[in-house]
């Protein structure tokens, strides 16, 4: 998923023990999801910086009063048994300058040493992506050749030949791009190996899964992936490098391939030949990620289950690792992952009689989680509240902004009740 702007000279203050009393009461009489599902799968939440840190910082564009982020903090402890970082793991807030000195590693510190205090299963969200990777990375001294043509072979995901690079502009950096010199193949792996031991590493045995790769297929068009950086300079087996570091990095770690609109089934074959071959390859893919950015009016049960139904024949674990439902009136057909689409489509106001429509939205995809819930084993909401979503006007969540359960809630908590023992 894009970024939001993020102020990254924010000073972080020391949490203080009026808040983290505050902070560790759980609403009282309220029903737990991480409970209602502890036979099924971990029921997580993607947390921003004020969690994480306890503190009113202004980050991940939200703006939160210091006792709004302290009944954030009671909520997540109260209701979820795993988290994601919104976005501290990602290359640009934890790398933002280039070489051994360049890390930021103090609000990952943060988050990772709040699971890790609360009990939780921790993932790492993510180490090779197109956005949200500063410029340095794939500068250097090459310059682009006038030949355009820019893809492998769709299927084709581990040679050893360099993909002609494209002359235009590269993605990334906020979606800022550039024009000019780049990295050579040798360069950019290096850097990718180097990254990816440095950030692996440091939180080894802490970290439980990883977002190694993240939306690499390509949204349209024949060809099976995304006409990236990393593609463009190392080519199709920038993937299976991807993965063969970071395993290397942490033996242990469960390894996630991650990406948005599942639910098109267009894209869930290109997905799905993609992972294929890479098992061939044995690339140590461990986990398909889902991110199930939906809305309320798609997809029906009968499409979420076909859906984890193709899913499941690849014979690996199933994450749902970005879960929210849009209730705008725009963007209804969207399950798309950039946030600037999705601001704009999350404009107009609500669809009518949102709170009903978000519970049978939620209900349907519950089913259908727990009818595939011997291949479903997290399922993660990408926000705490509506309030910190990046959704905000579409009230995408179970809770509001003010941390109170809505009837989608209920339903979700009814569902698990409704659900035969194991």
Known sequence: MNAHNLNQNSQILPVTLALLAIGAAAPSGEPSLKDAYKDHFYVGVAINR?????????????????????????LVKAQFNQISPENDLKWALIHPREGADGYDFGP?????????????????????????????????????PEDTTNQASPGTTNTATTNRLSSGRFGGDFGRGFSGPRASREE?????????????????????AWDVVNEAVADGGTNILRNSPWLQIIGP??????????????????????????????????????????????????????????????????????????????????HITELDVNSA????????????????????????????????????????????DKSVKVVT?????????????????????????????????????DAPPK
């Open 381 to 417: 909401f990408w926000g705490v509240n509506d309030g910190v979503s990046w959704r905000a006007n579409g009230r995408p969540l179970l809770f509001d902004r003010d941390d109170q359960p809505k009837p989608a809630f209920d339903a979700v908590i009814r569902i698990a009740s």
């Open 188 to 208: 950019l792996l290096q850097r990718m190996r180097d990254h990816i031991h440095t950030v692996v590493g440091r939180y080894k045995g802490k970290i439980k």
């Open 108 to 144: 990952a510190d943060a988050y990772v040493n709040f699971g890790v205090s609360n009990n939780m299963y921790l993932v790492g969200h993510t180490l090779v992506w197109h956005g949200q990777t500063p410029r340095w990375v794939f500068q250097g001294t090459n310059m682009p």
């Open 329 to 372: 009136t725009g963007g209804q057909r969207n399950t798309g992952a950039d946030v600037a689409g999705n601001a704009a489509t999350t404009q107009g106001g609500l669809v009518d009689d949102a709170n009903r429509k978000l519970a049978d939205a939620y209900e349907r995809l519950f089913k259908a989680f727990l009818k595939h």
């Open 50 to 74: 004020t969690i994480a840190t306890g503190n009113a910082v202004r980050a991940d564009n939200v703006n939160r009063r210091l006792e709004q982020v302290a009944k954030d903090i009671s």
């Open 237 to 318: 087996d920038f993937i299976a490098k991807a993965f063969e570091y970071a395993h290397e990095a942490d033996p242990d770690a469960l390894l996630r391939y991650n990406d948005y609109s599942l639910e098109n089934p267009t894209k869930r074959r290109k997905l799905i030949t993609l992972i294929k071959s890479l098992q061939e390859q044995h690339v140590p893919v461990m986990a398909i990620g889902s991110q199930t950015h939906v809305s309320v009016s798609s997809p029906s049960f009968e499409q979420e289950d076909e859906a984890l139904a193709e899913l499941e024949t690849l014979g690996l674990p199933i």
